[in-house]
């Protein structure tokens, strides 16, 4: 049982990632992008090897931004169970669960139509997102979704926004904040050392909170863009729904958010498509900062 709580999964976004600086940042290909997707791997090594050092293992890192293909592994600590694109089932976006005792979060952002940086939920589509009248935040989905294989939400790191809600919805949640960015390159070492201790404290803290696991009704209210960003200039729509299911609830919101108008049965296949594209992308990163040593 000691042996299960020291095992840790981190799950690692981008948006409040440490060379993160703005939308561009978040973008898929932009040179703003690879730059960030070096610094948030550079923000995860750190933290897991300050959880190597206390002897924590296994520690599964799962890349959760975008395509699902973020993390230049060849720069992650040797040991680490790399989990890389998404999977269906039976844990949204993980697939099967992690060998872990307790969840960190890393990178993340503020719920959908709240103050924040770059602060959204699941996609920037919805422009506002409720249950029970107040912001969904993502953690709460994916806090939730590991609760109910017991696992506990433990650490957090986001801009404060992002850190304040958090820290309301699941007491007990340590969280570090980041700062608003961008920073020095010394800013961002100190930072991501602050950052490294704090994940230490709190994976050896004795208590971690319970299991986090929402019980409904939940009643669902967003407004939706009918375009994506960039297309013609969109209509807002607003939709509701209720369940007293967690998991329906998150399946909802994710074939909303992804796959409005992809059949069921065509989910596996329009994810391994999705994966060969970020597989794709993060090579031509690599490739790009190797030639260069700067995507600039
Ligand atoms: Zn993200």
Same mark, same amino acid.
């Given at each position: 049982m000691a042996g299960s709580m020291m095992s840790i999964v981190i799950l690692a976004d981008i /948006? +409040? @990632? @440490? +060379?993160? $600086?703005?939308r561009e940042g978040a973008r898929w290909l932009t040179r703003d992008w690879i730059a960030a997707c070096r610094e948030m791997t550079f923000d995860v090594r750190a933290v897991v090897v300050a959880l190597q050092a206390l002897g924590i293992a296994p520690i599964t890192v799962v890349d959760f931004h975008r395509t699902g293909f973020n993390l230049f592994s060849e720069l992650l600590p040797p040991g680490i169970r790399l989990r890389q694109g998404y999977r269906l089932r039976p844990i949204p976006g993980l697939g099967r669960p992690p060998e872990a005792g307790r969840a960190f979060f890393l990178g993340m952002h503020a719920a !959908? +139509?709240? /103050? +924040? =940086? %770059? !602060?959204? $939920? %699941? $996609? @920037? &589509? =919805? &422009?506002r997102l409720t249950v029970n009248g107040r912001p969904l935040a993502e953690v709460e989905l994916f806090a939730g979704s590991l609760g109910a294989w017991g696992i506990r939400p433990t650490f957090f790191s986001g801009c404060p926004v992002a850190c304040d809600q958090a820290a309301a919805r699941i007491s007990g949640l340590a969280v570090h904040p980041v700062p608003s960015r961008p920073m020095t390159k010394a800013a961002r070492e100190e930072w991501r050392h602050s950052l490294a201790e704090a994940a230490s404290r709190a994976a050896i803290k004795h208590e971690a909170p319970p299991p986090y696991r929402p019980t409904g009704p939940f009643h669902v209210q967003f407004r939706w863009k009918t375009h994506p960003e960039g297309a013609q200039a969109g209509r807002e729509e607003e939709t509701a729904f209720s369940t007293n299911s967690f998991a329906d609830l998150y399946w909802r919101l994710l074939r909303q958010a992804y796959f409005p108008s992809v059949p069921p049965g065509w989910l596996p296949l329009a994810l391994r498509a999705h994966a060969v594209m970020g597989r794709a992308g993060l090579a031509l990163a690599r490739r790009r900062w190797d030639r260069t040593g700067d995507p600039r």
């Open positions: /948006e +409040g @990632s @440490s +060379g993160c $600086t703005d !959908a +139509g709240t /103050e +924040g =940086f %770059l !602060a959204h $939920t %699941l $996609t @920037s &589509r =919805f &422009r």
